[in-house]
Nanobody, 120 residues
Framework: QVQLVESGGGLVQPGGFLRLSCAASGNILRIYEMGWYRQAPGKQRELVAAVTSGGSTNFADSVKGRFGISRDNTKKMMYLQMNRLKPEDTAIYYC??????????????WGQGTQVTVSS
């Protein structure tokens, strides 16, 4: 069974930084695109950043220049480096990946989410 598990969330002051991690595990044959999404109270889930298996990235306009995304294919890990955090970055952050399991088709998987709160 494929699982995605996030870690690294927490409370940080405006202007601070956090690093989120996402670990994929299970009977995985290949991981295609991976990404971070977030959902603030009363708002729809939105894409924050994504990275392909080849390392190409894209970012939401609201985080460009402040956030970085990376992945380690050998470790099946993905990271989100969040710098110069703002109160409006407060949300639950979710890891997402397109994964082909062993003897299965490619499917979308989501982590359980990790809370990020930016407040003084």
């Amino acid at each position: 069974q494929v699982q995605l598990v996030e870690s690294g969330g927490g409370l940080v002051q405006p202007g601070g930084f956090l690093r989120l991690s996402c670990a994929a595990s299970g009977n995985i044959l290949r991981i295609y695109e991976m990404g971070w999404y977030r959902q603030a109270p009363g708002k729809q889930r939105e894409l924050v950043a994504a990275v392909t298996s080849g390392g190409s990235t894209n970012f939401a306009d609201s985080v460009k220049g402040r956030f970085g995304i990376s992945r380690d294919n050998t470790k099946k890990m993905m990271y989100l480096q969040m710098n110069r955090l703002k109160p409006e970055d407060t949300a639950i952050y979710y890891c997402h990946a397109e994964i082909q399991g062993v003897a299965t088709t490619t499917s979308d998987y989501w982590g359980q989410g990790t809370q990020v709160t930016v407040s003084s």
